[in-house]
């Protein structure tokens, strides 16, 4: 029998960092949970990052993963919107970390042809795939899609990371 292997996927945002639950044994994926933290855009930056780290700290604790996946930060134009991302992912490298789980991350591209077959593929074709791929996924939000995909396509490389780390 193969194990059972709880990961968590993590979409950072500063606004909106979308989280999604699944179970992998052998090749069967399972939805456990997901949604979305927030924090709130009226607060100095320091204490938003408090935010974001707290609500995480909540869903590690509510839902145990055992892994952890987190999107790659995509480097726009407009450098402060990139800094900020990037402050943002590091919550969702952070979190995980201080509870002793394993991370993984995987650029949108990997995920986006990992779960759909092409590596530019539109947000509503991801969305569709996932919701085949866990059919009792309830994703009110786009976030919580991306997350799941990004557990999904951590699902599919986890045992050749592992492999090659081994080398």
Request: net charge positive; with cysteine; aromatic share 4%.
């Amino acid at each position: 029998m193969s194990e059972r292997v709880r990961i968590l996927g993590l979409d950072p945002g500063l606004r909106n960092t979308g989280w999604g639950v699944i179970t992998v044994e052998g090749t069967k994926l399972s939805f456990v949970a997901c949604g979305v933290v927030t924090s709130d855009g009226d607060l100095a930056l320091a204490l938003r990052l408090k935010q974001l780290h707290d609500r995480l700290t909540d869903v590690i604790r509510t839902w145990t993963p055992d892994e952890v996946s987190v999107e790659e930060t995509f480097v726009n134009k407009d450098a402060q919107a990139t800094l900020k991302l990037g402050q943002a992912r590091a919550m969702s490298l952070l979190v995980p970390a201080l509870h002793g789980l394993p991370v993984a991350e995987y650029g949108a591209n990997q995920v986006k042809k990992t779960v759909v077959g092409v590596g530019h593929a539109e947000k509503d074709q991801v969305q569709a795939m996932v919701k085949i791929l866990l059919p009792k996924a309830d994703f009110k939000k786009a976030d919580a899609a991306d997350a799941l995909a990004i557990a999904i396509a951590h699902a599919h490389h986890r045992k050749a990371r592992a492999l090659a780390a081994s080398y």
